[in-house]
């Protein structure tokens, strides 16, 4: 069936590094993916986006790839900081049964920015 | 500002009382959706709505209502609450397919 996974729960990192968020996705036809964040008692924030014709996509400090050959996305945050601490989630646009404008969601990755 | 605002943000009710939590977006988009988040199980679509009188069921539907009226609001029902609809809910929109959502604060409701 259709999924949306993150590798890792919880991903600790020191202030100043860069970050990496994985995800796999099962769904081969899909073709649009987001990345979004979520902090402690708010919805989630859309971060980036990239569709399935582009294999990099760069934001201000933060780079999405995508290889459709495993289906595999990545959210790299540069020089993370201590407002960069929540929940990510990658989501993915479905095609099937009709519901075009479907998200499905991952589980989400707790990043932790240690000072 | 463009937004989608729901509310209450937090509820907690007792077992059977009937309760709607509203949603409304100013964006003029076509699709919105009910979600709920819950720990170890992330967010789970209940209803979407991709026009005005079009709605449908998403993969967690049981114990809900939805109405879609008027395109800027889409409100979800509960008619008799249970405790294991215990739960952060979210309401979101978008203009369909191949864009992302933007999603309202939240609801945080507890059924007792």
């Known amino acids: 069936g259709e999924s949306v996974g993150l590798h890792l729960p919880t991903l600790s990192v020191q202030e100043g590094d860069n970050s990496i968020i994985n995800c796999a996705y099962s769904n081969s036809a899909s073709d649009y993916f987001i990345w979004y964040k979520q902090e402690s008692g708010k919805g989630p924030q859309f971060i980036i986006d990239?569709?399935?014709?582009?294999d990099k996509r760069q934001g201000q400090r933060v780079t999405v790839l995508l290889n459709k050959t495993v289906k595999h996305l990545s959210l790299q945050i540069a020089a993370t900081q201590p407002g960069d601490s929540a929940v990510y989630f990658c989501?993915?646009?479905?095609?099937?049964?009709?519901?075009?404008?479907?998200?499905?969601f991952g589980q989400g990755t707790t990043l932790q920015v240690k000072p | 500002e463009a937004q989608v605002t729901q509310n209450p943000r937090y509820l907690i009710t007792v077992t059977g009382k009937k309760l709607t939590v509203t949603c409304s977006q100013n964006m003029n988009h076509e699709y919105m959706s009910w979600y709920r988040q819950d720990p170890g199980l992330g967010l789970r679509q209940i209803y979407y709505s991709m026009n005005v009188e079009v709605t449908d069921k998403g993969d967690v539907p049981e114990g809900y209502k939805v109405s879609r009226k008027e395109k800027r609001n889409f409100p979800l029902i509960l008619e008799s609450p249970s405790p294991n609809q215990t739960s952060l809910y979210f309401c979101?929109?978008?203009?369909?397919?191949?864009?992302?959502?933007?999603f309202g604060s939240g609801t945080r409701l507890t059924v007792v």
């Open positions: 989501a993915e646009n479905n095609h099937g049964s009709g519901n075009t404008g479907k998200l499905i």
């Open positions: 979101a929109s978008n203009r369909g397919l191949g864009y992302g959502y933007t």
């Open positions: 990239i569709r399935s014709n582009m």
